[in-house]
């Protein structure tokens, strides 16, 4: 499967998605020339701020290889992924992104994520939602117990 292929796949389901009541995103994960992964915007459907289609795809994709790791994945969106996805596919360790529409495609159809883009390089204590830290040194004992872990799995 190549390139074109896959991405014409996650167009096709976001157009699909549409049909369904669903937003109008799609996404694929393909890793070695196979579909091992795909998605659909479930948010509206689901009730679920997160269950964008890259989310989506990417936990289909995680749930069959039996992993939380995409190495080697290429991941297909119809459209350029939010600072949501678009961190989650950089956790996800995938070793490419290729999208169709744009932000400003998807701002131009409502979905206009340019607030959030702003937000991630702004200061905590001028970003538009209201954070305060407490129980800092609480906060650190679970870190402090995950270091002390012989057994665990790094991600």
Not at 58 to 86: K, N, Q, T
Request: proline residues 6%; glycine residues 8%.
């Amino acid at each position: 499967m190549d390139d074109e292929e896959a991405l014409r796949r996650a167009i096709a389901l976001a157009s699909e998605n549409v049909g369904r009541g669903g937003g109008p995103f799609g996404a694929v994960v393909v890793k070695d020339g196979r579909v091992i992964g795909e998605g659909m915007n479930r948010v509206t459907l689901d009730k679920d701020p997160s269950a964008h289609a890259e989310i989506v795809a990417i936990r289909d994709a995680c749930r069959r290889l039996g992993d939380f790791r995409l190495d080697g994945a290429v991941i297909y969106s119809s459209c350029e992924p939010c600072p949501m996805c678009w961190s989650a596919i950089q956790w996800s360790r995938a070793a490419r992104l290729c999208f169709a529409a744009d932000q400003i495609d998807a701002a131009a159809a409502g979905f206009d994520d340019a607030v959030f883009w702003r937000e991630v390089s702004v200061p905590m204590a001028r970003r538009a939602l209201p954070a305060k830290r407490l129980l800092p040194e609480e906060g650190r004992k679970p870190f402090a117990a995950w270091q002390a872990k012989s057994d665990k799995t790094p991600y």
